[in-house]
């Protein structure tokens, strides 16, 4: 099942006199539970495109569905309210709030929505319990590691059990073993919860815990690789070729 369908995706900015084309006709279907790495170059699009399709910044042309409904030409009011309900996001820098504890940070998108207090704190056991951080439950963000502040994030970003996770980068700023621990509970909440993961990451051992690669150059799509069957290594060495070849980089494994 498709839950997200973007065709025709262009983006620019500026104006007529000074037009940067960033995204220059990409269609991208992402299927439902799907675990998708975009990859690319700096300054290849690929974080403007997962803006694009997290609905943060609009399109210049083309058209976006996301379960189903048309956000192509949403009002901005009617992008907030389903965001809000049907999308989860986890930044680089956590943003978390310094002045609420774990817990709290992680309740936050309940908050807003008529969950009961009885029904929120039963999810925030059950996703803290996921993702290992019922310990530090009431520590705050400056008491706490970057490993655990990621995985508060990732929590927050999927209490509200949205229909999209969007991921920009969720690694870059930890350790390889924090990094290695929050990918692979991501992927276990991905095949738990069938959730559906669309991650930006310029690390090939990060995108290896997806089930799909996307690489984009220059604004468009230069291919894809599944993972299918295969290993996490075999599927590492195949974005690592890949990567290499793309950015002129020869990688050794």
């Known amino acids: 099942m498709?839950?997200?369908?973007?065709?025709?995706?262009?983006?620019s900015y500026g104006n007529k006199f000074t037009k940067q084309e960033v995204l220059k006709g990409i269609d991208i279907n992402i299927q439902k539970g799907e675990f998708v790495t975009i990859m690319?170059?700096?300054?290849?699009?690929?974080?403007?495109l997962l803006n694009v399709l997290s609905t943060i910044d609009r399109l210049s042309h083309g058209s976006l569905m996301i379960e189903d409904e048309d956000l192509t030409k949403s009002k901005e009011k009617n992008l907030a309210e389903f965001r809000k309900?049907?999308?989860?996001f986890i930044f680089q820098d956590?943003?978390?709030?310094?002045?609420?504890?774990?817990?709290?940070?992680?309740?936050?998108?309940?908050?807003?929505?008529?969950?009961?207090k009885k029904e929120a704190l039963g999810k925030f056991e059950s996703i803290a319990k996921d993702l290992g951080i019922e310990a530090i439950a009431d520590k705050y963000p400056n008491e706490i590691s970057g490993g655990q502040k990621q995985r508060t994030s990732?929590?927050?970003?999927?209490?509200?059990?949205?229909?999209?996770?969007?991921?920009?980068?969720?690694?870059?700023?930890l350790d390889s073993k924090a990094a290695s621990d929050l990918l692979g509970k991501l992927t276990h909440l991905n095949e738990k919860r069938q959730s559906t993961i669309v991650m930006v990451s310029h690390d090939p051992v990060a995108a290896s815990y997806s089930s799909r690669v996307i690489f984009i150059k220059?604004?468009?799509?230069?291919?894809?690789?599944?993972?299918?069957?295969?290993?996490?290594?075999?599927?590492?060495?195949?974005?690592?070729?890949?990567?290499g070849v793309l950015g002129g980089v020869k990688y050794e494994y």
């Open 2 to 11: 498709i839950i997200l369908e973007a065709k025709r995706i262009h983006k």
């Open 40 to 48: 690319g170059a700096s300054g290849s699009g690929k974080t403007t």
């Open 85 to 88: 309900h049907h999308l989860g």
């Open 94 to 116: 956590y943003n978390l709030l310094d002045t609420l504890t774990v817990r709290e940070n992680i309740l936050l998108p309940l908050s807003i929505t008529a969950t009961s």
């Open 154 to 173: 990732a929590a927050r970003a999927f209490i509200h059990e949205p229909s999209i996770i969007f991921a920009d980068e969720p690694t870059g700023a």
């Open 218 to 243: 220059d604004g468009q799509i230069y291919t894809q690789l599944n993972k299918g069957e295969g290993s996490r290594n075999t599927f590492l060495k195949d974005i690592m070729k890949t990567q």
